[in-house]
């Protein structure tokens, strides 16, 4: 599970076209290239609506063991 936050940060190369931020979520073993984003899909596990939640805890986890959180860190914690 990732929080793709669709911004290129200024980075060469990139494609700096900005879309809405999202939580994306694979399922390696039957999309291995990551094509179909399930999170939110019919088919999804009830389980699985608790991982933003578990992923932002973790990320709070770290930014107090002196990790400095990214501006788009902080946002994705707002979120909530």
Sequence with gaps: MIYYYSDALGQAGAVDERH?????LF?????PCEKNNVYGAQNTPPWC???PTN???CRR???TNA???TGIEKTMM???
């Design 27 to 31: 399922d390696l073993e039957k999309d």
């Design 49 to 51: 609506g608790s991982l």
């Design 55 to 57: 992923c932002i805890a």
């Design 20 to 24: 809405e931020p999202e939580w994306e």
């Design 61 to 63: 986890r770290r930014a």
């Design 78 to 80: 707002s979120d909530e």
């Design 67 to 69: 990790i400095t959180l």
